[in-house]
């Protein structure tokens, strides 16, 4: 074990003894994502990911002498409408903070309940924690003082596919397909915006949007993929919509390559099988094998606390988000949402992959992204595998922090 895996592990067991002592001064979070549903694999290991995250930060001390962090979950539904009325309920348990990401729809219905009781109720004020909403309007047009953002954003992402794509003389006939809200929409239209931008010659072949969490069988849009010549599959689906698309292009004997964002998300890796291998890349901030003593502890830690149900940690947006939060809370003096807002802006952290830098004009964060290759992992010399599959993601190419910054129009109200 490294020495990031003892001190974690150590930590973990003194946060574990103390708790009863600390029970009382807990600053609560409340998780809002879906537990029942077509994404509830999708929400129940980003909630576990985020109750790590807390005992990280916990078995260090806590902040500001000894408070800890508590985790609340609400199911969302994967519903704007059910995550609002969840909003609703954690503020009249008193919790001040939110944390959630599946869904950019949900993300915006947060950020506008957020930001009318915040109006209302400016000694209540809500601060919300983005942890996967990668919509790019929530750091421009639709931006929000009580909003930050812990993920990249989708045009962010897209700028780091459009240099690899850049790269590769064998892409010639992109198809696109995405779900139909607005998160896939934005995907969709970075990708027509800035993959032809990047290489005259590429053509944009089919471009598909469908319902969200519905479709049960991909195989008719396989056919269109197949017939259009498509070489390559640009796509920002996740959860189920992820794995059923990526199993009905195998069944169908498909070779077309994948270009995903969440390629990596629970439940699609087993779905790829051996036939993703080589054809599978993920675009994230986030890989286990992106090197480094923390990387791999913090993949680790979390594999052995949850083997028994094979859930593998895949993206560090929770633990990077409670980590500057209680720095900010620490600067500040203050567990006040409009007080660790304002420590929150500029601040630098040291992530496991880098420095990161949270902007002030929009409130997103700039950290390294890295574009990874589904592989074998024995073959690849990789340390750890993906759920078990003896296949996992290698970073092949790596971009700073500085190089994703892009131009916001954000117009941010601040509170007085």
Not at 19 to 25: D, G, H, L, R
Not at 257 to 282: D, E, M, Q, R
Not at 363 to 379: C, D, G, R, T, Y
Request: include cysteine.
């Amino acid at each position: 074990m490294s020495k990031w895996g003892r001190y974690l592990t150590i930590g973990f067991l003194v946060f574990a003894g103390a708790s009863a002592s600390v029970s009382a001064e807990t600053i609560k979070i409340a998780w809002i994502d879906p537990l029942s549903g077509a994404f509830a694999n999708v929400g129940e290991s980003t909630l576990r990911h985020t109750q790590f995250a807390a005992d990280v930060v916990n078995s260090h001390g806590g902040v500001l002498g000894g408070k800890t962090f508590e985790i609340v979950p609400f199911d969302g539904k994967a519903s704007a409408q059910d995550s609002v009325l969840a909003l609703q309920k954690a503020i009249d348990q008193g919790i001040r903070y939110v944390i959630q990401g599946a869904g950019s729809n949900v993300t915006h219905a947060l950020r506008d309940a957020i930001e009318k009781h915040n109006l209302r109720n400016p000694e209540r004020s809500v601060l919300q924690l983005n942890i996967a909403g990668n919509d790019s309007t929530l750091v421009n047009e639709r931006c929000s003082f009580w909003h930050f953002r812990f993920d990249a954003g989708t045009d962010m992402k897209m700028q780091a596919l459009g240099a690899y794509v850049a790269a590769q003389s064998g892409i010639k006939k992109v198809y696109l397909i995405n779900q139909d809200y607005a998160f896939g929409q934005a995907v969709a239209r970075a990708a027509r915006e800035m993959l032809p931008a990047r290489r005259s010659d590429l053509q944009i072949v089919g471009d598909d949007l469908h319902p969200f969490g519905k479709v049960k069988d991909f195989s008719p849009y396989v056919s269109k993929i197949t017939a259009a010549g498509a070489d390559t599959v640009v796509t920002g689906n996740w959860g189920s919509d992820m794995s059923l698309l990526v199993k009905a292009s195998n069944d169908a004997g498909a070779r077309a390559n994948f270009l995903t964002y969440w390629g990596n998300i629970p439940g699609s890796p087993k779905a790829f099988g051996t036939a993703g291998v080589g054809h599978v890349k993920v675009v994230s901030q986030w890989f286990a094998n992106t090197g480094g003593a923390r990387t791999l502890a913090l993949a680790e830690e979390y594999r052995r606390r949850y083997e028994a149900i094979k859930d593998d940690y895949f993206i560090s947006t929770s633990l990077t988000a409670i980590e500057m939060v209680a720095k900010a809370m620490t600067q500040a003096g203050s567990v006040e949402p409009l007080a660790v807002a304002k420590a929150l802006e500029n601040m630098k952290w040291q992530s496991d992959t880098g420095e990161v830098q949270m902007r002030a004009d929009n409130h997103q964060l700039l950290q390294p992204l890295f574009i990874s290759s589904f592989v074998n992992a024995e073959k690849a010399g990789l340390r750890l595998d993906a759920e078990g599959t003896g296949n996992g993601f290698r970073v092949d190419y790596r971009i700073e922090g500085k190089d994703t910054a892009l131009p916001t129009t954000c117009k941010m109200i601040r509170p007085e």
